[in-house]
């Protein structure tokens, strides 16, 4: 099955990192994964940071200069490495993915990673 999975997430205290992985898995040729959403309970989901295969990179205003997206497109996985994380971001982090065939394109989600910062 052509999906996305995360990994990485965990309880870990304010200031400290974690990396998160979103690799495409199955028969992933036409499936890129695209970028970093989070939703805390309660709160509509966010955007958190998106590359293209290309490489240009968007990031939310409460990340920047604290969270790194990257890729590589040979092991089809992009990651997002969270450094002098806070409280806040608390979330569930969920990464999608532009899945393309010649009958049409779509965007996939996958089924989230918690990430839980607390003291």
């Known amino acids: 099955q052509v999906q996305l999975v995360e990994s990485g997430g965990g309880l870990v205290q304010p200031g400290r990192s974690l990396r998160l992985s979103c690799a495409a898995s199955?028969?992933?040729?036409?499936?890129?994964?695209l970028g970093w959403y989070r939703q805390a309970p309660g709160k509509e989901r966010e955007l958190v940071a998106t590359i293209t295969r290309g490489g240009n990179r968007n990031y939310a205003d409460s990340v920047k200069g604290r969270f790194t997206i990257s890729r590589d497109n040979a092991k089809n996985t992009v990651y997002l490495q969270m450094n002098n994380l806070y409280p806040e971001d608390t979330a569930v982090y969920y990464c999608?993915?532009?899945?393309?065939?010649?009958?049409?394109?779509?965007?996939?989600w996958g089924q989230g990673t918690q990430v839980t910062v607390s003291s």
């Open positions: 199955g028969n992933s040729a036409s499936l890129y994964p």
């Open positions: 999608n993915g532009d899945f393309v065939t010649p009958f049409g394109r779509t965007i996939l």
